[in-house]
């Protein structure tokens, strides 16, 4: 039957030919949900699972007439969804940089842990700072350069501290993509990648209930429907443990983090309605006992010591519309905000800081999409009113003085559009253009371009380029030790002196796969941005409390990574080069996410239907630091909550950023997982023992750089070896 829509995995993937014919490519070993829609038929929803690289056939019928489709034949070169696949789109395009991590992904973060923080820091160009994966750099950007979208809608500060788990529930997500090069014109409002987190779909009739405890938290998620298919829902959450606990005399220190996403699917109006929500709470304090008063003033709270504290929200929905032609509509509305409350007490007087961002936002998007390529426009309107107040206590503790207050709230709106197209069999071509214009701002325009040139039916080559520009900068210092750990934003919209920052980026990747089941990539970068916000090279502390400068920097990086996906073994291996430098005036430095080079690999083992084991090693160059005041100690894995115990704060010294560098960095780590079929009160399901070991070889690596009295410099070192046992459930 020709006119057939096919979805994957919640995305629309393909639809048949002339005489029914499609193919669906390039899936990950595991549970994989197909959805076929055709006027006139009732849609059809199956359940295919791949259980190693051969192709697979199915079999379907649409009513009200019986039609046996053509062979689905499904090809999964890398069983264990390693970054190393680049999905396929349906007109057979390849974007540059950009990596799915696919379904079934939380089983196979054994060694690092379930984690989307740690899953992304396993893709090329995408890195963490230190022991954790709290700051992730893509491609040489900030932290705050970087876009996350939970089904499609924007959400801010989704990490929490130290080595603790990120803000997103990781049951909840089905699959991630990730675009660390040329993006496609529908995404805009960031320099460095963009990061799609989507939901897992919900049970069609029934429901599952599934978690998760561990030694640092516990996690839970209820999938199911209601009113047939018509109505589904997920409600995922985490928690760690509360944990207030005291070192030394009257002295106090509390973690507190709690992570909540919600999503439920109504059949509506032709389509598909997603109402989606998220919310995340983090609270870290390390102050004296008395600081707790709440009749305290401001100066005697700034006084008392240093806290944190970060929230984050965002609710929305999304309908969605497929046709039997290939179109396709889109119409999403939203609200996404966070707030942070820091108070710092550096050497010389205390600050209190308070930071908040709010986006509302619109969008439509309407596009058809085929064999021979694909074309889509559509618009934007988001208004993002953010607010930074800066409170600065004098040396002798008693005057509390507002130095920074700036409030802006642009209006900006944006048009784009996209086509891709099949001039002959070897070349797909795509071509965007997105432009953006805010009150006081100049029009901004961003021409996106890559091609793919098929070489042979196992080997392409990608070439890309592009710009793109981002309204929202962060204040926060990420070359201060306290600012790798927490990796919060402190957003602040463009206007006064904070321009517009923007980035271009050229790239080209080759991936060769053999018919052995081996995979050879090649993916390389070249990026350049200017009017980016630099806290780092005015003031050695946490966050800007006076002024801001503005500077430019440059990236640059190749990865040469290869992926051998066999029935019982996976194995991966990748080498890295990069640079990544800022400057602002006549000065320059490289920032703290750079590693010169960079070793990683690891390989997962099945052993048996109900068995696996998985090794990872990463070693490279140290990364630049600056060096902290004395004083300063970080106890990593103090905690039961594995979040670590900071003493001290860690204000950088004065003169030049990043002069000095960390030693080498090796890490060794190692995971089993062992799979338990259970009946219960008449429900069967399943539960999952988990043995983790971080650092094997025992050898914690420095993240830091702390000076000692007489001059001398003293390593902060990271996590030593540790054994976390995890027990998981699913009925």
């Given at each position: 039957?020709?006119?057939?829509?096919?979805?994957?995995?919640?995305?629309?993937?393909?639809?048949?030919?002339?005489?029914g014919?499609?193919?669906v490519?390039?899936?990950?070993?595991?549970?994989?949900?197909?959805?076929?829609?055709r006027?006139?038929?009732?849609?059809?929803?199956?359940?295919a699972?791949?259980?190693?690289?051969?192709?697979?056939?199915?079999?379907i019928?649409?009513?009200?007439?019986?039609?046996?489709?053509?062979?689905?034949?499904?090809?999964?070169?890398?069983?264990?969804?390693?970054?190393?696949?680049?999905?396929?789109?349906?007109?057979?395009?390849?974007?540059?940089?950009?990596?799915?991590i696919?379904?079934?992904?939380?089983?196979?973060?054994?060694?690092?842990?379930?984690?989307?923080?740690?899953?992304?820091?396993?893709?090329?160009?995408?890195?963490g700072?230190?022991?954790?994966?709290?700051?992730?750099?893509?491609?040489?950007?900030?932290?705050?350069?970087?876009?996350?979208?939970?089904?499609?809608?924007?959400?801010?500060?989704?990490?929490?501290?130290?080595?603790?788990?990120?803000?997103i529930?990781?049951?909840?997500?089905?699959?991630?993509d990730?675009?660390?090069?040329?993006?496609?014109?529908?995404?805009?409002?960031?320099?460095?990648?963009?990061?799609?987190?989507?939901?897992?779909d919900?049970?069609?009739?029934?429901?599952?209930?599934?978690?998760?405890?561990?030694?640092?938290?516990?996690?839970?998620l209820?999938?199911?429907s209601?009113a047939?298919?018509?109505v589904s829902?997920?409600?995922?959450?985490?928690?760690?443990f509360?944990n207030?606990?005291?070192?030394?005399?009257?002295?106090?220190?509390?973690?507190?983090?709690?992570?909540?996403i919600?999503?439920?699917?109504?059949?509506?109006?032709?389509g598909?309605?997603?109402?989606?929500?998220?919310?995340s709470?983090?609270?870290?304090g390390?102050?004296?006992a008395?600081?707790?008063?709440?009749?305290?003033?401001?100066?005697a709270r700034?006084?008392?010591?240093?806290?944190?504290?970060?929230?984050?929200?965002?609710?929305?929905?999304?309908?969605?519309?497929?046709?039997?032609?290939?179109?396709?509509?889109?119409?999403?509305?939203?609200?996404a905000?966070?707030?942070?409350?820091?108070?710092?007490?550096p050497?010389?007087?205390?600050?209190?800081?308070q930071s908040?961002v709010s986006?509302?936002?619109?969008?439509?998007?309407?596009?058809?999409?085929?064999?021979?390529?694909?074309?889509?426009?559509?618009?934007?309107?988001?208004?993002?009113?953010?607010?930074?107040?800066?409170?600065?206590?004098s040396?002798?503790?008693?005057v509390?003085?507002?130095?920074?207050?700036?409030?802006v709230?642009?209006?900006?709106?944006?048009?784009?559009?996209?086509?891709s197209?099949?001039?002959?069999?070897?070349?797909?071509?795509?071509?965007?253009?997105?432009?953006?214009?805010?009150?006081?701002?100049?029009?901004?325009?961003?021409?996106?371009?890559?091609?793919?040139v098929?070489?042979s039916?196992?080997?392409?080559?990608d070439?890309?380029a592009?710009?793109?520009?981002?309204t929202?900068?962060?204040?926060?210092?990420?070359?201060?030790?306290?600012?790798?750990?927490?990796?919060?934003?402190l957003?602040?919209a463009?206007?006064?002196?904070l321009?517009?920052?923007?980035?271009d980026?050229?790239?080209?990747?080759?991936?060769?796969?053999?018919?052995?089941?081996?995979?050879?990539?090649?993916?390389?970068?070249?990026?350049?941005?200017?009017?980016?916000a630099?806290?780092?090279?005015?003031?050695?502390?946490?966050?800007?409390?006076?002024?801001?400068?503005?500077?430019?920097?440059?990236?640059?990086?190749?990865?040469?990574?290869?992926?051998?996906?066999?029935?019982?073994?996976?194995?991966?291996?990748s080498?890295?080069l990069a640079?990544?430098?800022?400057?602002?005036?006549?000065?320059?430095?490289?920032?703290?996410?750079?590693?010169?080079?960079?070793?990683?690999?690891?390989?997962?083992?099945?052993?048996g239907?109900?068995?696996?084991?998985?090794?990872?090693?990463?070693?490279?160059?140290?990364?630049?630091?600056?060096?902290?005041?004395?004083g300063v100690?970080?106890?990593?894995?103090?905690?039961p909550?594995?979040?670590?115990e900071?003493?001290?704060?860690?204000?950088?010294?004065?003169?030049?950023?990043?002069?000095?560098?960390?030693?080498?960095?090796?890490?060794?780590?190692m995971?089993?997982?062992?799979?338990?079929?259970?009946?219960?009160?008449?429900?069967?399901?399943?539960?999952?023992?988990?043995?983790?070991?971080?650092?094997?070889?025992?050898?914690?690596?420095?993240?830091?750089?702390?000076?000692?009295?007489?001059?001398?410099l003293?390593?902060?070192?990271?996590?030593?070896?540790?054994?976390?046992?995890?027990?998981?459930?699913?009925?």
């Amino acid at each position: 039957m020709p006119g057939v829509r096919v979805e994957v995995d919640g995305l629309p993937r393909t639809a048949t030919d002339s005489l029914g014919r499609y193919t669906v490519s390039t899936l990950g070993v595991g549970s994989h949900e197909l959805r076929f829609f055709r006027t006139g038929y009732a849609p059809r929803a199956i359940s295919a699972l791949l259980t190693d690289a051969s192709d697979i056939t199915i079999d379907i019928e649409l009513s009200p007439s019986v039609v046996l489709l053509p062979t689905i034949s499904v090809s999964a070169p890398n069983p264990r969804g390693t970054p190393l696949d680049w999905p396929t789109s349906a007109d057979g395009s390849h974007e540059l940089g950009r990596y799915r991590i696919g379904q079934g992904w939380q089983a196979n973060m054994l060694s690092q842990g379930v984690d989307v923080q740690k899953a992304l820091a396993t893709v090329p160009g995408v890195v963490g700072r230190g022991e954790d994966a709290t700051s992730l750099s893509i491609r040489g950007g900030g932290s705050a350069d970087n876009l996350v979208l939970l089904d499609g809608l924007p959400i801010y500060g989704a990490s929490h501290f130290g080595n603790a788990s990120s803000a997103i529930v990781p049951d909840a997500i089905s699959f991630m993509d990730v675009h660390t090069g040329v993006s496609s014109a529908r995404f805009g409002g960031r320099l460095s990648g963009v990061v799609e987190l989507e939901t897992a779909d919900s049970e069609g009739s029934g429901g599952t209930f599934g978690g998760a405890v561990s030694g640092s938290d516990v996690r839970g998620l209820v999938r199911g429907s209601v009113a047939g298919p018509r109505v589904s829902y997920l409600f995922g959450a985490r928690t760690s443990f509360g944990n207030p606990w005291q070192v030394g005399d009257g002295f106090k220190q509390d973690a507190r983090y709690r992570d909540f996403i919600g999503v439920v699917r109504i059949a509506a109006a032709g389509g598909s309605l997603r109402l989606v929500s998220f919310l995340s709470g983090n609270q870290l304090g390390l102050q004296s006992a008395s600081a707790d008063d709440a009749t305290l003033s401001t100066a005697a709270r700034l006084a008392a010591g240093t806290t944190l504290g970060w929230s984050s929200s965002t609710v929305g929905a999304t309908w969605t519309r497929l046709a039997s032609d290939g179109g396709e509509a889109r119409l999403r509305a939203w609200y996404a905000g966070a707030g942070s409350v820091i108070s710092w007490v550096p050497t010389g007087g205390a600050a209190e800081l308070q930071s908040n961002v709010s986006e509302v936002g619109l969008s439509a998007e309407v596009g058809h999409e085929s064999a021979h390529g694909s074309r889509f426009f559509g618009a934007s309107l988001v208004r993002p009113a953010t607010s930074y107040w800066a409170t600065q206590l004098s040396t002798d503790s008693t005057v509390a003085t507002r130095t920074t207050a700036t409030v802006v709230s642009p209006v900006v709106g944006s048009l784009f559009a996209e086509w891709s197209w099949r001039p002959n069999t070897r070349i797909v071509g795509r071509a965007g253009l997105r432009g953006n214009a805010s009150a006081g701002n100049a029009f901004n325009l961003e021409p996106r371009f890559d091609v793919t040139v098929r070489l042979s039916s196992t080997t392409h080559v990608d070439l890309g380029a592009g710009r793109t520009h981002q309204t929202l900068q962060s204040m926060l210092n990420e070359e201060n030790l306290l600012g790798t750990l927490i990796g919060i934003e402190l957003p602040q919209a463009a206007g006064g002196n904070l321009p517009t920052a923007s980035a271009d980026q050229f790239g080209v990747g080759v991936e060769h796969r053999l018919r052995n089941g081996l995979t050879v990539t090649l993916d390389s970068y070249l990026r350049r941005w200017n009017g980016v916000a630099l806290p780092a090279g005015t003031t050695g502390g946490l966050f800007v409390g006076d002024s801001l400068l503005i500077g430019r920097g440059h990236a640059s990086g190749v990865v040469l990574g290869a992926a051998y996906a066999g029935h019982a073994l996976a194995a991966h291996a990748s080498v890295s080069l990069a640079r990544s430098v800022r400057a602002y005036g006549g000065q320059e430095y490289h920032a703290g996410i750079e590693r010169p080079w960079t070793v990683a690999g690891g390989f997962d083992y099945r052993l048996g239907r109900r068995m696996a084991a998985q090794f990872s090693l990463t070693t490279g160059a140290g990364e630049p630091s600056s060096v902290t005041t004395t004083g300063v100690e970080w106890l990593p894995d103090h905690l039961p909550t594995l979040t670590g115990e900071l003493s001290g704060t860690p204000v950088n010294q004065a003169g030049p950023v990043n002069l000095e560098r960390l030693p080498g960095y090796t890490r060794v780590d190692m995971g089993v997982r062992r799979n338990w079929p259970v009946g219960l009160a008449g429900l069967h399901g399943a539960l999952s023992t988990t043995l983790r070991i971080r650092n094997l070889l025992n050898t914690p690596n420095g993240i830091g750089l702390a000076s000692q009295t007489g001059g001398s410099l003293r390593i902060v070192r990271g996590a030593p070896r540790t054994v976390t046992l995890e027990l998981g459930w699913i009925f």
